[in-house]
Nanobody, 121 residues
């Protein structure tokens, strides 16, 4: 199996920063894209940022210039540095990874359990 474990969520004031971390472990041959998604109460889950294995990044327009995604391929981890946080960033943040478990397997998407980020004004 594959597990994604997130950490780093919490409650902050508007304008402050948080850093989220996600570590993938288990039966892993290779990881393709990794990313962060979020879901606010009453809303659908949305993309925040993704990063490919060759470090190509993609961001939602709402976080461009404030959030930075990075990864450590050797440690199978992905980070999300969130600066200048706003109340509208409040959500549960989920880590995602496209994992290939063996050399012959297809890529499968895995999700973390989610970590709460709360930003107050």
């Amino acid at each position: 199996q594959v597990q994604l474990v997130e950490s780093g969520g919490g409650s902050v004031q508007a304008g402050e920063s948080l850093r989220l971390s996600c570590a993938a472990s288990g039966s892993i041959f290779r990881i393709n894209a990794m990313g962060w998604y979020r879901q606010a109460p009453g809303k659908q889950r949305e993309l925040v940022a993704t990063i490919t294995s060759d470090i190509k990044t993609n961001y939602a327009d709402s976080v461009k210039g404030r959030f930075t995604i990075s990864r450590d391929n050797a440690r199978n981890t992905v980070l999300l540095q969130m600066n200048s946080l706003k109340p509208k960033d409040t959500a549960v943040y989920y880590c995602n990874a496209e994992v290939r478990r063996t050399i012959v397997a297809l890529y499968t998407a895995y999700w973390g359990q989610g970590t709460q980020v709360t930003v107050s004004s």
